[in-house]
């Protein structure tokens, strides 16, 4: 790993612990309905994603997922039609966005336990906004479980070992899933919230 890569790698232990609740608020309404507007035609594969998300649906917003190679992180076409979920990419939290996407897991799927690994996980804070859920999908984390309910956000410790289970015998599950570069405002957000949750 570099030497600029080793200093901006964010202490996600002590950040997040294994996965934190954020004090974040936006019009979920407006998120939702332009999901719904999301041709048909972009779902149906895993958008490059491989291995533990076989049984997942994406479609990319930013980037691409990195089986697809070294290719530039920077905004999709299908991100042009969505302007309320790209406006709350770049301006809820004060840093950068990386890959982006949402990610749709199926009715009695699953994501087995894994980490993410590599030196682009490692630097990059992992923040998952729920669109379409159930309380049978429940996100592993560490030893912990939680259901993580449409409207809120979340930061994820994905360097931790981690998975998900959807038992809905016909709902599939959807999260719009966003990596940041930590800066200093999205660390002090972190560090709050788990504070505030721990008293």
């Given at each position: 790993?570099?030497?600029?890569?080793?200093?901006?790698?964010?202490?996600?232990?002590?950040?997040?612990?294994?996965?934190?609740?954020?004090?974040?608020?936006?019009?979920?309404?407006?998120?939702?309905?332009?999901?719904?507007?999301?041709?048909?035609?972009?779902?149906?594969?895993?958008?490059?994603?491989?291995?533990?998300?076989?049984?997942?649906?994406?479609?990319?917003?930013?980037?691409?997922?990195?089986?697809?190679?070294?290719l530039p992180?920077?905004?999709?076409?299908?991100?042009?039609?969505?302007?309320?979920?790209?406006?709350?990419?770049?301006?809820?939290?004060?840093?950068?966005?990386?890959?982006?996407?949402?990610?749709?897991?199926?009715?009695?799927?699953?994501?087995?336990?894994?980490?993410?690994?590599?030196?682009?996980?490692?630097?990059?804070?992992?923040?998952?906004?729920?669109?379409?859920?159930?309380?049978?999908?429940?996100?592993?984390?560490?030893?912990?479980?939680?259901?993580?309910?449409?409207?809120?956000?979340?930061?994820?410790?994905?360097?931790?070992?981690?998975?998900?289970?959807?038992?809905?015998p016909t709902?599939?599950?959807?999260?719009?899933?966003?990596?940041?570069?930590?800066?200093?405002?999205?660390?002090?957000?972190?560090?709050?919230?788990r504070h505030?949750?721990?008293?």
């Open positions: 790993m570099s030497q600029h890569l080793a200093e901006t790698k964010p202490d996600k232990r002590a950040l997040i612990g294994s996965c934190l609740q954020l004090p974040v608020r936006f019009d979920f309404a407006k998120l939702l309905s332009e999901f719904h507007t999301i041709e048909a035609a972009r779902w149906g594969t895993r958008g490059g994603r491989v291995g533990v998300h076989v049984q997942t649906e994406a479609v990319f917003l930013r980037g691409f997922a990195p089986a697809e190679g070294d992180i920077e905004d999709r076409e299908v991100l042009t039609s969505l302007p309320f979920t790209r406006a709350l990419i770049y301006e809820t939290f004060q840093a950068t966005p990386q890959r982006c996407l949402f990610a749709k897991l199926r009715a009695r799927g699953e994501i087995r336990p894994h980490i993410d690994q590599g030196a682009y996980f490692e630097r990059t804070i992992r923040i998952h906004f729920p669109v379409v859920t159930n309380p049978q999908a429940i996100m592993s984390a560490d030893t912990q479980s939680f259901h993580m309910q449409a409207g809120e956000a979340w930061a994820l410790n994905n360097s931790a070992v981690h998975g998900v289970v959807n038992a809905h709902q599939a599950r959807t999260h719009l899933i966003c990596d940041y570069l930590p800066t200093d405002p999205l660390r002090q957000l972190l560090r709050d919230a505030s949750q721990s008293t």
